[in-house]
């Protein structure tokens, strides 16, 4: 099957290795630099992992285009709603996620898990770090966020704190601390490397176009992904 990656960076290209060592043919490598269309994608699935300002831009044209879309930028979902009315509009496939990592998405289910035991504890008080490379553009991170809303709609919490840091080349790290003047409590997901996002963004690549092969349409998550394939 045939890949094409708008938005050929870091993640972009621990994605496209993995997709090449799996078997998978890498047909398309965008830059910022390049002029292309979505018409002109010599693809079977997208992957879009540009920038908050074009990520958008970039999914519609795609959905227009006929072909499916794997989200990895953050920062769009200001115009969510207009995404999946296109992909209502063309019965297009979009799979979004703040982050592809396997080990992200555990983190995830055991803060949600939680949060429904710690609300019954007063004394703790919820906030979450994250900490990423100085080229990152997004403050906080899509994860971040994506983290802060589980725990806010889990645990009946109105506003949960997020300092973020940028610094070094930082893969990526997100912690979870529940704090009382006695003790803390956390759970933290350090990346060591960006294999994690792109093995899970093969997964999902792969995943769409199985959706796809079965006549199915619509806008899909990690979390629509685990529970069919566990």
Known sequence: MKLAIIGYGKLGRAVGEAWVESGGDLSSKITSKDAWTAEGLDSDVVLESST???????ILDCLDAGLPVVVGSTGWHSRFDEIESKVHETNG???HATNFSIGVHLMNVFATEMARTMKLFED?????TEAHHIHKLDKPSGTANTLKSKVENSGDYSFLKVDSIREGE??????LVWDSEIDSISIKHDAKSRMGFALGAVKASNWILE????????????DDMIKEIT
């Open 52 to 58: 908050p300002e074009t990520a958008a831009k970039n």
């Open 93 to 95: 496939l979009v799979f």
């Open 124 to 128: 703790y008080t919820p906030s979450i």
């Open 170 to 175: 930082i893969v990526g790290m997100h912690e």
């Open 211 to 222: 959706l796809k092969s079965k006549g199915l349409s619509g806008v899909f998550t990690m």
